[in-house]
């Protein structure tokens, strides 16, 4: 994986900025507020300290709960968690999670008028505290935000969506009537009106939740690959065909393309191959190319999903839409994209044009 800068044994001061802004700007944490940090043994502990405390200090009754080390991300919705963490989250109003990821229990909770907020990617891993830093402290989220919307605006409207790119993407999307999302990290409008229960943070990645059946064409995939247990870079491009929203053919790096259909064969669950179940564009200038959830949100990729979209529609998708059931969710990423939303031009070999 690529250039970690830094891994986090001690709190840096700088951290506390970053846990008042998620808590205080992105989750909107009140006073009195009943506050459940869920995390594993990924996570550094002084990370859950520095999250304990503010919100604590912000009034709020903090508790923290310790699960057994949680799944990887591509196999989180099979999983099954037990009643106990279940139990617990059930009384929280916000609850941080650094754990669970994707999961049935979480979006009956968010339904039911529990907020969450997903610090990283909710797996906690050791460099979560530069990550966090790097993408929430050293850019504007806010501006993020701005342009995320006015992007976000484009794709609403939008027909059809073509991805290209210099290593062999040429990909079409019927985009008509679906509702673009902006996910920037914050719950609340300017105003302090509630517009989402469910943030990860940090954000900046406009894009949809793509209906079962959808899109055609070739996935050129020159960035990250997340899938059975791993994050990888392929040193070639791995080349998906794709019709009607499905992969029929895997190709390219030898090493990738094999290791992941022998997985895929491996699950015997034909809805695996589904996707893109979600594509995004990312917009941060400082997300890297880590295993953190930044990784999605580096600015000009674009990062399709795989797999499992019935436990993420609920929180993104506005209307009702034929959606793919799967024990897992897999995710790939094309650098240096180009999109077009009916022609017109949102990123060019991944250069991102000006919208705000
Ligand atoms: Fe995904």
């Known amino acids: 994986m690529t250039d970690y800068a830094d891994v986090s044994f001690e709190l840096k001061p700088e951290f506390l900025k970053v846990t008042q802004y998620i808590l205080r700007e992105q989750a909107g944490l009140k006073s009195g507020e009943r506050v459940l940090l869920i995390y594993d043994s990924h996570t550094p502990q002084h990370v859950i300290d520095a999250f304990l405390g503010t919100a604590a200090q912000a009034g709020a009754e903090v508790y923290a709960l310790k699960t057994p080390m949680a799944p990887h991300p591509a196999v989180q919705p099979g999983f099954v968690w037990s009643q106990l963490v279940i139990s617990a989250a059930e009384e929280a109003d916000l609850i941080i999670d650094m754990a669970i990821g994707y999961a049935e229990f979480l979006v009956k909770l968010a339904k039911k008028?529990?907020?969450?907020?997903?610090?990283?990617?909710?797996?906690?891993?050791?460099?979560?505290?530069?990550?966090?830093?790097?993408?929430?402290?050293?850019?504007?989220?806010?501006?993020?935000?701005?342009?995320?919307?006015?992007?976000?605006?484009?794709?609403?409207?939008?027909?059809?969506?073509?991805?290209?790119?210099?290593?062999?993407?040429?990909?079409?999307?019927?985009?008509?009537?679906?509702?673009?999302?902006?996910?920037?990290?914050?719950?609340?409008?300017?105003n302090g009106e509630l517009l989402t229960s469910y943030q990860i943070t940090p954000g900046g990645m406009p894009g949809f939740i793509v209906p079962a059946g959808s899109g055609d064409g070739v996935l050129a995939l020159d960035g990250i690959m997340l899938y059975e247990n791993v994050h990888h870079i392929p040193r070639d491009p791995v080349f998906f065909t794709m019709e009607k929203g499905r992969i029929r053919e895997i190709t390219g790096d030898r090493y990738v393309a094999t290791r992941l259909r022998q997985w895929l064969k491996s699950l015997n669950d034909e809805n695996a191959y589904n996707g893109p179940v979600?594509?995004?564009?990312?917009?941060?200038?400082?997300?890297?190319?880590?295993?953190?959830?930044?990784?999605?949100r580096v600015r000009g990729a674009v990062v399709c999903g795989?797999?499992?979209?019935?436990?993420?529609?609920?929180?993104?998708?506005?209307?009702?839409?034929?959606?793919?059931?799967?024990?897992?969710?897999?995710?790939?990423?094309?650098?240096?994209?180009?999109?077009?939303?009916?022609?017109?031009?949102?990123?060019?070999?991944?250069?991102?044009?000006?919208?705000?």
């Open 278 to 296: 979600h594509i995004n564009l990312g917009l941060s200038r400082m997300a890297r190319l880590t295993e953190h959830l930044e990784w999605e």
């Open 306 to 356: 795989f797999g499992d979209n019935s436990i993420l529609a609920p929180y993104y998708a506005r209307k009702k839409m034929a959606l793919s059931r799967s024990i897992v969710h897999w995710d790939v990423q094309m650098q240096i994209a180009t999109i077009d939303i009916d022609g017109q031009r949102i990123c060019e070999d991944g250069v991102v044009g000006e919208f705000v």
């Open 113 to 190: 008028g529990a907020r969450i907020i997903v610090p990283g990617d909710a797996t906690g891993a050791p460099h979560i505290e530069d990550s966090l830093i790097r993408c929430l402290m050293l850019e504007d989220p806010r501006a993020v935000r701005r342009e995320a919307k006015a992007i976000g605006k484009i794709m609403d409207a939008g027909k059809v969506m073509r991805v290209t790119s210099a290593a062999g993407t040429d990909f079409t999307l019927n985009i008509d009537g679906l509702d673009a999302d902006v996910g920037d990290g914050f719950m609340y409008d300017e």
